[in-house]
């Protein structure tokens, strides 16, 4: 999926009405684009306002027995209360260690022994935390790395169903595009349903320059109307999902031009591969 | 009407929760208690629902008021996106049958008498009512649906019998519309 296609997803998920598989797939591009994480935000901002029409005329409070429940709940908590017992442990361990210093002049060889052994095992504890400790991490690591893998492979087998899906229907049309002067060896082909949902399959395409995309574009009366953008991977190889705009359906000629990264309402670079050869 | 330099105050209040202040907490439960319990109550329909709930955030800002980074939102949105999404858990959780008995209820919304315009919260109330009677019927009732009933866009098409593709496309455009609304006044809605 393409950039732009997150950023349509991030006002159902300010809402949380996304689907579970599409809260997935826009989590991990969250995880990598600052842009969307942003603005993303910023939907969230807006949806949270609609909290206040909930409010009644005269607005409900909730029973002062509420208030006092929580700071009672607090004050049991156990996350505080742990909180609460580490630091006051801290300061009976410094009491402890003041004490033990002046007794070591009064050991027995027993307790010396005692100690000695109590020291071995404390050390063969840390030892061994230090060992589970590094193995969690570890496996953490690989387990992210390996999360990263699944949401890879559930994206692409989301596209690659969609493409199916769309070739499979009845009334699907398919069009060849095939490359320009300006690259003689690409080619494309390109499947849209009855609906205009489409699909884009282009080859020998290749990766384009920073700051720019490829752009498809639906030409029909004379009028080219933009498609979506997308880039190529190093093998030359690159999909597109885009709806074919409801008066390009009969009769329309594709294109593909380089532009900038975002897109232009109008094309201006050259074009690379047209159905009209 | 909140002063704007609430919200540095905001913040503090929730770095001295997480920092185990306990008045901190007393003193966001003070000021947000309306709004909150008002959204609780909105969600679940049931007062002692929504004081379980309201309860259980407040605990839930105590254990993870550490975890808020005002670099990435406002204190605000924060405490009632967790709040609502409590609920929406809770909603889940009782069935669908309630949900029922909400939307029915939900259709005839209250407008706010003279009486009780210096009420807490009145203002803001005005402002996000009024934004949300520009939107057409069916974006806003798209909106709500999503908001307070918890409902995903595939469950919404299916509750409504509208296409997903419309439902989408009336999501996307009444949130672009409310936002725009909302966009002069957010300062003020927390």
């Keep these: 999926m393409a950039h732009e296609d997150y950023k349509e997803m991030l006002e159902a998920q300010a809402l949380s009405a996304l689907d579970a598989a599409e809260v997935r797939v ?8 600052a ?33 006092a429940r929580i700071l009672e709940a607090v004050r049991t908590d156990t996350t505080t209360g742990s909180r609460a017992i580490e630091a006051a442990d801290g300061h009976r361990l410094q009491a402890a260690n003041v004490v033990a210093l002046k007794q070591t002049l009064r050991w027995s ?30 496996a953490r690591q690989e387990l992210a790395r390996l999360s990263g893998q699944v949401r890879d492979a559930q994206e692409q087998l989301a596209r690659q169903r969609e493409a199916i899906e769309i070739v499979a229907a009845r009334g699907t049309r398919m069009t060849e595009l095939a ?56 093998s030359g190889a690159g999909t597109l999902n885009d709806q074919v705009p409801a008066e ?24 690379y591969l047209s159905s009209l050869t | 009407m909140q002063p704007k330099q609430a919200q540095p105050a905001d913040v503090d209040l929730l770095h001295a929760v997480a920092r185990g202040d306990e008045l901190a907490l007393g003193s966001l439960y003070d000021r947000y208690r309306v709004i909150l319990f008002g959204l609780l109550m909105r969600i679940l329909n049931s007062r002692e629902e929504a004081e379980d709930v309201l309860q259980e955030v407040l605990l839930q800002v105590w254990r993870r008021a550490a975890d808020f980074d005002e670099q990435r939102g406002r204190p605000f949105t924060w405490l009632v996106t967790l709040a609502r ?21 939900q259709n005839t919304p209250e407008e706010a ?48 019998g509208t296409p997903l593709g419309t439902v989408k496309t009336r999501m996307r455009s009444g949130m672009i519309k409310l936002r725009k609304l909302l966009g002069k006044e957010m300062n003020i809605l927390g």
Excluded at chain 1, 110 to 122: K, P
């Design chain 2, 85 to 105: 999404s409590r609920a929406i858990d809770r909603l889940r959780l009782l069935g669908a049958r309630r949900r029922l008995v909400d939307s029915a209820a």
């Design chain 1, 179 to 234: 490359g320009t002067k300006v690259m003689p060896g690409a080619h494309a082909m390109l499947a849209y349903d009855k609906k205009g949902r489409a699909i884009l399959m282009a080859k020998g395409l290749p990766p384009p320059p920073a700051g720019k995309a490829y752009q498809l574009w639906f030409i029909a009366g004379g009028r080219p109307m933009p498609g979506k953008v997308f880039t190529t991977d190093a």
């Design chain 1, 26 to 33: 826009l989590e991990a591009h969250l995880q990598s684009c």
């Design chain 1, 35 to 67: 842009e969307c994480r942003s603005q993303l935000s910023d939907w969230e901002d807006a949806a949270a306002g609609l909290a206040f029409a909930a409010l009644e005329a005269t607005p409900l409070e909730p029973s002062p027995q509420v208030r």
């Design chain 1, 248 to 271: 390009a359906l009969s009769a329309a000629v594709f294109a593909i031009t380089l532009e900038p990264k975002d897109g232009m309402p109008a094309p201006t670079g050259a074009i």
């Design chain 1, 109 to 138: 060889p027993a307790q010396t022994w005692g100690a000695i052994a109590a020291g071995l095992i404390c050390a063969a504890l840390v030892a061994s935390l230090f060992v589970l400790w590094k193995q969690n991490r570890e």
């Design chain 2, 113 to 160: 008498s003279d009486a009780v315009k210096n009420t807490l919260h009145s203002e803001q109330r005005e402002i996000v009512q009024r934004a949300l009677a520009e939107l057409p019927e069916e974006q806003r009732r798209i909106l709500i649906l999503a908001y307070f009933d918890g409902l995903t866009q595939s469950e919404i098409a299916a509750t409504t």
